[in-house]
């Protein structure tokens, strides 16, 4: 019975990251619910993720 060690085919396919040249972060906030709802609509209205139009409101 084998233990331990690697597997054949596992882990993550050759190439997946290549070509990928900007690494993305992840961050948290914490909001109310009706918060969370109005940025949601806002972000619709403006035609934008959550992340891209928090991350541009904030930066601005």
Not at 6 to 24: M, W
């Amino acid at each position: 019975m084998p233990s331990g060690g690697k597997r054949a085919g596992a882990g993550r396919p050759l190439g997946t990251i290549k070509g990928r040249t900007v690494e993305y972060k992840t961050i948290s906030i914490s909001a109310l619910p009706e918060e969370v709802e109005q940025i949601k609509d806002l972000a619709k209205k403006a035609g934008k993720t959550v992340s891209r139009y928090l991350v541009e409101l904030a930066l601005t």
